[in-house]
């Protein structure tokens, strides 16, 4: 039988190769020097392993709520309260645990997009926002953010047409890791708010902000907290927030995010989450219960210093714009090492270091992706060896 020509258009619409092809050579590589994981390395907290053991041995094996357990909701709505000021009864009554934070993104655009609509977001990107927005017929629209790789509302406005129904904010980003300050948070706000656009904000690498890009929050016990366009009073009527559990906590296959936002949309949402993913897995509800109670501030200062070390070998080298959250550089290819970010990629290969072409991310190919999400030794080799082929 042809399956192939019972394939559908959507399916076909995906194009994949850029990423396949990094993970095709990823394979054939014998103890590669690996920059391309978009996952930390250090384990999984000990009391969320033991809740999760804990919860399985109690059989909760079966289904939940669609929205997740309200332990769960409770606790992630106080967590809400404190970080952005969004009132906790608010978050507890407008809120989704989701399959991870594409999960979350999947059932936002199923529930807003229609064929023909548009989806704003800076370029480079997360590489499954283009093909989400495919998926449902939408428009993916690319907001050029080179040289700094920050989203401004002066940059996003021109691309706002009749059809865009969401910009989508994703600080800290991947792949750049930039970190869009307080007040270009709140312009973006505004802009969405008098154009009738709603503001997604993607804010899976919440915890992995450095010292340098935290701001106060102004709230109460006066922290220090990476910016997010949600702290503005009253923003939880015009902002859509997806949050994840896999970056921080470094357990990205137990598939745990979460969304809060105005309540006629997490209506929709909720009826496409029963009837795709269902509910987030149960035993991994049960632990994340335990997440905000761990301190991950050692772990987030052991990467602050690994980002200190990229950009001590290679800013010198590339002019490299300097991470202020997540755990990505997105580093700029001199004319003289390479023609174009693929070409580096195949010289880094030589090197047995595996880095990630811009091109992946974005529609320029002339940087590439480093995660530095890896032991200091390895990460100290493969500096020496990308910083040998960048100065060449
Ligand atoms: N958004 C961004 C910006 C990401 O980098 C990722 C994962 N790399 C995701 C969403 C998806 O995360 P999850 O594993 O929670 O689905």
New binding site residues.
């Given amino acids: 039988m042809d399956v192939t020509r019972l394939i559908s258009e959507r399916a076909l619409a995906i194009e994949a190769s850029g990423i396949r092809e990094v993970f095709r050579r990823r394979a054939d590589m014998k103890d590669p020097i690996d920059f391309s994981i978009?996952q930390p390395d250090f384990v999984v907290p000990e009391v969320m392993k033991r809740a999760a053991v804990r919860a399985i041995e109690e059989n909760k094996h079966g289904y939940t709520m669609t929205q997740g357990i309200a332990p769960l909701i409770k606790k992630i709505a106080g967590h809400l309260e404190r970080d952005i000021g969004w009132p906790a009864a608010r978050c507890e009554s407008s809120m989704i645990v989701t399959s991870?934070?594409?999960?979350a993104?999947h059932i936002a655009m199923l529930a807003l997009l229609n064929p023909g609509d548009e989806i704003i977001f800076g370029d480079p990107y997360?590489v499954?926002y283009p093909h989400m927005a495919r998926l449902c017929g939408a428009k993916p629209v690319f907001c050029d953010t080179y040289p700094d790789f920050r989203m401004s509302a002066e940059r996003v406005e021109r691309f706002i047409t009749p059809r865009t129904k969401a910009l989508l904010l994703?600080s800290p980003g991947?792949p750049s890791g930039a970190v869009t300050p307080a007040r270009g948070c709140a312009e973006l706000l505004e802009l969405c708010k008098r154009k009738g656009v709603l503001l997604i904000s993607?804010e899976?690498y919440d915890e992995f902000c450095y010292a340098d890009a935290l701001e106060p929050t102004g709230l109460p016990g006066g922290q220090m907290r990476c910016p997010s366009p949600c702290r503005v009073k009253g923003s939880e009527d015009s902002i859509l927030l997806i949050r994840?559990f896999?970056k921080t906590y470094g357990c990205?296959g137990w598939?745990m995010?979460y969304t809060v936002g105005p309540r006629a949309l997490i209506e929709q949402m909720l009826k496409v989450q029963q009837y795709s993913f269902v509910c987030a897995p149960t035993p991994m509800q049960w632990s994340c219960m335990e997440a905000f109670d761990i301190d991950m501030r050692p772990q987030v200062d052991a990467y602050a210093k690994k980002r200190d070390l990229v950009m001590k070998a290679l800013e010198p080298l590339t002019g490299l714009q300097r991470p202020g959250g997540a755990f990505y550089a997105f580093v700029p290819v001199p004319k003289r090492a390479a023609a174009s970010s693929r070409e580096f990629f195949e010289k880094a290969l030589t090197k047995n270091v595996l880095v990630v072409p811009g091109g992946v991310f974005s529609e320029r190919d002339t940087h590439f992706r480093l995660s530095f999400a890896t032991s200091d030794a390895m990460l100290e080799r493969g500096l020496v060896a990308l910083a040998g082929l960048l100065g060449e």
């Avoid at 991870?100 to 999960?103: A, D, I, L, P, Y």
């Fill in positions: 978009g991870g934070t594409s999960g993104l997360f499954a994703n991947n993607d899976i994840g896999g990205t598939r995010g």
